[in-house]
Every structure is written in C-alpha cells, then in structure tokens.
C-alpha cells in the first residue's frame, strides 16, 4: 500500500488549520460624528447594540456633538465661536463634551458626518439657509475625508397640541414641508439623506404597525391619574404620569421618540452606515416585544429600497 509521506500530511494539516481564519470576515469599521440634537441622540441610542449584533461583523465609533433644539444656526454659531476664541466656553457648548467642534471633527479620520435640522424648523426651507452650506463647508474644512450625510427628522405624533395653531396644521403638512425641505437642501450640498422622517412616516402607514389614532380622543384637560390611552403603537414619547411636589402631573412628548421610535430609527441608520441589512438582527431592547421590534426592522429595511420618499419626493 502506497505512503503519503509525512511532511506532505503535515503541510496539508496546517493549511487546513488556517481554512476558517482565511474566510472569516473581518469586522467593518466605521466612524460617524452625529452633529444635531436630541434627535441625534434618539437615532444613536440603540445604534452600538445594533452594530454588535449585526448578522456581519461590524464595529462602530461614534461621536457625537449635539445640544438640545440646536438648529443649524446655532452649531455654526458655536464653531465661529471657537474659530475667534479657542478657550472661549461659547464654542464648546455640547453635551458631555469640553471640545469644540473644531476639536471633535480633528479627533478621528471620521468617515461620515451627520447634519440636521431643529425639528421646529424642519419644515420651513428657509431656515436651512445659508447656514447648512456653512456648517457643510466648516465640516469639511477639517474633515475633508469624511461623507457629509443629511439626517432627515420627522414629523411630530398626529395628536401634538401644535397641530391646528400657526405652528403647523397637521402631521401631514410638517412630512411634507420636512421631506420639501430636506431633499432641497440635500440635492443643493450633494448629500445623501438618512431616511428617518420616512421611516417613521412609513411605520405609521403600516397595516402592521399602525398609528395611535385612539390617542386623538384622549381629553387631556379631563384626564385622572392614572388613565392613559392606547399607546402600544406610538413611535414617540406621548402621555405619562409624573409626580411633582406630592401631584401626579400629565406629561406629554410629541415630538422625541419612545423606545420602539429610537429602535427603528437606529435600524436605519445601521442599514445605511454599513450597508447591512437589519432584518435579521438579533438585538431587541427589554422594553420592546420582540415581534414589535421584527416589525420595525422590515420597515427601516423597506425604506432603504425606496427611490422616492412617500411625500413623492426623489432621494438623493
């Protein structure tokens, strides 16, 4: 019987050894500095769970300079602030940080940075100008490596006391003025836009997911602790019950997005930072039903196909 020689046994054995470390994906890194507000911070809360459970390998860094209700105004205001002054507390005004944003965009090789607009103002077009082109050219100033991307906001829940007064007259009307506007100001930069006004708009479309409809007969002015609506499909804070000097006080929150409202909105941000699809995700937040949460990531997914927004707008 013919002998395989031994040298040749052990040669084929090492390379074999090394087969599943040849084909392992190594992880995908990137980098994304979040410049907004408290919008940012609900469309990153769950983005680094959603990034380490991710069906590919993916790694993220993200930084982030925002402020609450801090429009595009405000932020190039705070970096002029700091280009004048370097020690001047007026240019380094965000949240947990004691850098400017000068330092901030100096800090890494980001890859992508993210802009946006004041929610109050997101359907109001000419409030994005001129300083979007300033805060955009300012960023790439001092990272000129990284993508500037546009991160679309959303309209407020369909029973915010707003709606009806000279602040805007329906849910609808602030998707469209939003979807108006930021495709504008995204096709005048260059920027891609990350979808979020659509993916909540979307979610609330579904047969699936539905609206909160019932939260439109809620009498506020009559309610009695604890008596709350049907919120189970609401993808903002809405109504709760806080006590406050010894009184349970109604509270309410329109506008920010609750725990399913932040899951599907990092689902977008995930699809569109690594290209990574998040149906198959297996981070699901305690507070969120795990059926709810699989919903709410074939909706961040769908939005990722769309070549037009549901307000018929093109996306750049």
């Given at each position: 019987?013919?002998?395989?020689?031994?040298?040749?046994?052990?040669?084929?054995?090492?390379?074999?050894?090394?087969?599943?470390?040849?084909?392992?994906?190594?992880?995908?890194?990137?980098?994304?500095?979040?410049?907004?507000?408290?919008?940012?911070?609900?469309?990153?809360?769950?983005?680094?769970?959603?990034?380490?459970?991710?069906?590919?390998?993916?790694?993220?860094?993200?930084?982030?300079?925002?402020?609450?209700?801090?429009?595009?105004?405000?932020?190039?205001?705070?970096?002029?602030?700091?280009?004048?002054?370097?020690?001047?507390?007026?240019?380094?005004?965000?949240?947990?940080?004691?850098?400017?944003?000068?330092?901030?965009?100096?800090?890494?090789?980001?890859?992508?940075?993210?802009?946006?607009?004041?929610?109050?103002?997101?359907?109001?077009?000419?409030?994005?100008?001129?300083?979007?082109?300033?805060?955009?050219?300012?960023?790439?100033?001092?990272?000129?490596?990284?993508?500037?991307?546009?991160?679309?906001?959303?309209?407020?829940?369909?029973?915010?006391?707003?709606?009806?007064?000279?602040?805007?007259?329906?849910?609808?009307?602030?998707?469209?003025?939003?979807?108006?506007?930021?495709?504008?100001?995204?096709?005048?930069?260059?920027?891609?836009?990350?979808?979020?006004?659509?993916?909540?708009?979307?979610a609330r479309r579904s047969p699936e997911w539905g609206d909160v409809?019932?939260?439109?007969?809620?009498?506020?002015?009559?309610?009695?602790?604890?008596?709350?609506?049907?919120?189970?499909?609401?993808?903002?804070?809405?109504?709760?019950?806080?006590?406050?000097?010894?009184?349970?006080?109604?509270?309410?929150?329109?506008?920010?997005?609750?725990?399913?409202?932040?899951?599907?909105?990092?689902?977008?941000?995930?699809?569109?930072?690594?290209?990574?699809?998040?149906?198959?995700?297996?981070?699901?937040?305690?507070?969120?039903?795990?059926?709810?949460?699989?919903?709410?990531?074939?909706?961040?997914?769908?939005?990722?196909?769309?070549?037009?927004g549901l307000a018929g707008k093109k996306q750049p």
């Amino acid at each position: 019987m013919n002998r395989i020689p031994i040298l040749f046994l052990t040669v084929v054995s090492f390379f074999l050894s090394l087969a599943p470390f040849s084909v392992a994906q190594s992880p995908k890194e990137v980098k994304v500095l979040a410049v907004g507000n408290s919008f940012s911070e609900n469309a990153t809360t769950y983005l680094p769970q959603l990034a380490a459970a991710s069906s590919e390998p993916c790694t993220l860094v993200l930084g982030k300079a925002t402020i609450g209700g801090c429009d595009f105004s405000r932020h190039f205001r705070h970096a002029e602030a700091a280009e004048t002054d370097p020690v001047d507390p007026e240019g380094k005004p965000y949240k947990n940080e004691t850098r400017s944003l000068k330092d901030m965009l100096l800090s890494d090789k980001w890859d992508f940075v993210t802009i946006q607009q004041a929610s109050p103002k997101s359907f109001h077009p000419e409030t994005f100008r001129p300083d979007a082109k300033r805060l955009y050219d300012y960023i790439k100033k001092y990272a000129p490596q990284a993508e500037v991307v546009i991160h679309q906001t959303w309209a407020y829940r369909g029973d915010e006391p707003r709606f009806g007064t000279a602040f805007c007259g329906s849910q609808q009307e602030m998707y469209r003025g939003l979807c108006d506007a930021y495709a504008g100001i995204a096709e005048e930069l260059g920027c891609r836009l990350i979808r979020c006004g659509d993916a909540m708009e979307l979610a609330r479309r579904s047969p699936e997911w539905g609206d909160v409809d019932e939260c439109l007969k809620f009498d506020r002015k009559k309610a009695v602790y604890p008596t709350l609506p049907d919120q189970r499909r609401s993808l903002n804070g809405g109504y709760s019950w806080k006590l406050v000097k010894d009184q349970w006080k109604l509270h309410y929150d329109g506008t920010h997005a609750n725990v399913a409202g932040d899951y599907l909105l990092g689902c977008v941000w995930l699809e569109f930072f690594f290209g990574v699809s998040p149906v198959d995700n297996s981070f699901v937040p305690e507070k969120l039903d795990a059926k709810d949460a699989a919903i709410l990531r074939r909706v961040a997914h769908e939005v990722g196909t769309f070549k037009f927004g549901l307000a018929g707008k093109k996306q750049p």
